[in-house]
């Protein structure tokens, strides 16, 4: 058979069978190895996208949780800070309280001091004047004794009273 | 990397599947050839009529289609796989009155006797070809011949082998959604993307690149699978498919009418009226007449590559072969001998180097397919 000739019956025949090929291999086989390989490069894009995000929400969020911490720290030194204060504050009061009262005791002690003083005092003078009185009576009956001397008492005692 | 890594190791495995078979495939060549040429050798000896080894004969006679599949000879034995004939003649009368008829190949017993009215010519017009006998036995002419030829039967195995490869790599790639790829997927998935993505997308472009794909991708496959077999000499492989300028013709025909079909206003305003000059156009349409030859020149270049270059591939290899018969009638048995490490070494590298033509044909004819729907559907540029 001519090389050069392109033979008419195999021209036929490849027409047929390429056809076939095209057709078998277009619907059974490029379709779903196409599809599968597309499918495959977007997951494995979609992934490395998630991956990528997901990178990026961890450094969002170490971020936050600095951003959080540095807040806490703030607030705990201003929780101190007024704790210190409140400290000072019932401290300051309770020593002013104190005072208070302690000055309140004193004064009371003081007050009972002087009523006790004055009480004494006073029983004192009870006494004393009681002590005078048996003095002056035990004085009076032996100067008394005789006449005389009661008449110059009387005397002197009506003398004392004009005075006054 | 390591996807590569396993690619690699399938190929290794492959080429090394692929080695065993040439080293049979060489070792089935060598007794066959030499049969023939003792077989001359003895006639020679016994007549001194016959021809001594005839070189081109063999050569083309490897390369060339033919009605059944040779596979070897001792002696006067031919062992060779019958194929079917199928002719529709347009003198029934000449034929049992049949117009239509169905046979096998092995009816002719070797193009040596007439069946039924055909007879395989040895004829200078008719050479090889089936022709019709009036009643006196003398050849009128050819019927309409769709013969299953040696070609057509390499067609059909290596679509079966075609179908397997793919259908399973499919049935993986569905089996295998959404995992990472196995067995022959592996081998063929490297391919497919390198396909689409040097070859598709860069040549028709990222937006219309899809709908050509399963078109390039069976185009590239049918071609190198064929390349392939054509390289392996056993049967069902070995027949010189895409050495056969009529394979080769549909193929670009196919490309050619995929561009044409697909070809946008564009495209057809770059043919019929080119921005160049109106006197380029105008009163003789030069250009356009040169961009037309362009459009018929594209898939005729297509075919005589592909077609030139495999058939050289296997004329050159059956050459290195024949070196040995053609010093064994020359110079004798011990030249013959002699020379034979040197040829079959020779067409060891030849084949080595057909495989690297397989890829690279495969791949330059779909590169320019693919070029050529890139031209069909590129808007202005």
């Not at chain 2, 290794?12 to 060549?29: H, R």
């Not at chain 2, 005729?300 to 059956?318: E, K």
């Amino acid at each position: 058979m001519g090389l050069f000739i392109p033979n008419p019956g195999t021209i036929f025949w490849m027409v047929i069978i390429f056809g076939i090929v095209l057709f078998i291999l277009k619907k059974f086989a490029w379709k779903p190895i196409l599809s599968a390989l597309k499918d495959r490069e977007e997951s494995i894009a979609k992934a490395l996208n998630s991956a990528e995000q997901a990178r990026k929400e961890v450094e969002g969020l170490k971020e936050g949780n600095e951003k959080i911490i540095a807040e806490a720290r703030i607030e705990k030194d201003i929780i101190i800070k007024e704790a210190i204060n409140i400290k000072e504050k019932i401290i300051d009061e309770a020593k002013e309280k104190a005072r208070l009262e302690t000055e309140k005791n004193i004064e009371q002690a003081r007050q009972q001091i002087q009523a006790e003083k004055t009480a004494a005092v006073n029983d004192i003078k009870k006494q004393v004047a009681e002590l005078s009185v048996m003095i002056a009576e035990k004085v009076i009956k032996k100067e008394l004794g005789n006449n005389g001397e009661q008449e110059k008492l009387v005397n002197g005692l009506v003398d004392d009273i004009k005075l006054n | 990397m390591w996807h590569l890594k396993i690619w690699m190791k399938t190929m290794l495995k492959t080429a090394k599947v692929f080695l065993i078979i040439l080293a049979l495939s060489i070792v089935n060549f060598v007794p066959l050839g030499a049969q023939h040429a003792n077989e001359h050798i003895s006639e020679e000896q016994e007549t001194h009529t016959e021809e001594s080894f005839n070189a081109g004969k063999f050569v083309i006679d490897h390369v060339s289609d033919a009605y059944d599949w040779h596979i070897a000879s001792f002696g006067d034995k031919h062992i060779s796989i019958p194929l079917p004939i199928i002719l529709y003649s347009k003198n029934p009368d000449l034929h049992n009155g049949k117009g239509f008829h169905v046979f096998m190949s092995s009816k002719f017993h070797h193009g040596h006797s007439d069946y039924k009215g055909f007879r395989i010519s040895h004829s200078e017009e008719f050479e090889g070809k089936i022709v019709e006998l009036d009643a006196q036995g003398s050849e009128i002419g050819k019927p309409i011949d769709i013969s299953i030829t040696k070609t057509v039967a390499g067609i059909f195995a290596s679509v079966v082998i075609l179908f397997w490869i793919f259908l399973t790599v499919a049935r993986n790639a569905k089996n295998n959604k959404g995992k990472a790829p196995s067995g022959l997927q592996n081998l063929f998935e490297p391919i497919i993307i390198f396909i689409r993505d040097e070859i598709a997308k860069e040549a028709i472009g990222e937006k219309e690149h899809e709908r050509f794909m399963p078109f390039l991708l069976s185009l590239f496959f049918f071609i190198l699978v064929n390349n392939f077999m054509g390289l392996i000499p056993i049967p069902p492989f070995g027949a010189n498919v895409t050495g056969n300028i009529a394979v080769t013709m549909v193929l670009a025909l196919f490309t050619f009418g995929v561009t044409t079909i697909s070809g946008n206003k564009h495209y057809w305003k770059e043919i019929y009226n080119p921005d160049v000059p109106w006197w380029l156009k105008f009163p003789i349409p030069l250009m356009p007449i040169v961009e037309l030859s362009g459009v018929i020149t594209k898939p005729f270049v297509l075919m005589v590559r592909l077609y030139a270059n495999m058939l050289a591939g296997h004329m050159i290899v059956t050459v290195f072969v024949s070196l040995i018969f053609i010093f064994t009638s020359l110079m004798g048995t011990a030249a013959g001998f002699g020379i034979s490490p040197v040829s079959v070494a020779f067409s060891v590298f030849i084949l080595l180097l057909d495989v690297l033509v397989s890829f690279i044909q495969a791949y330059v004819f779909t590169l320019l397919s693919a070029l050529y729907f890139g031209m069909a559907t590129s808007e202005h540029h």
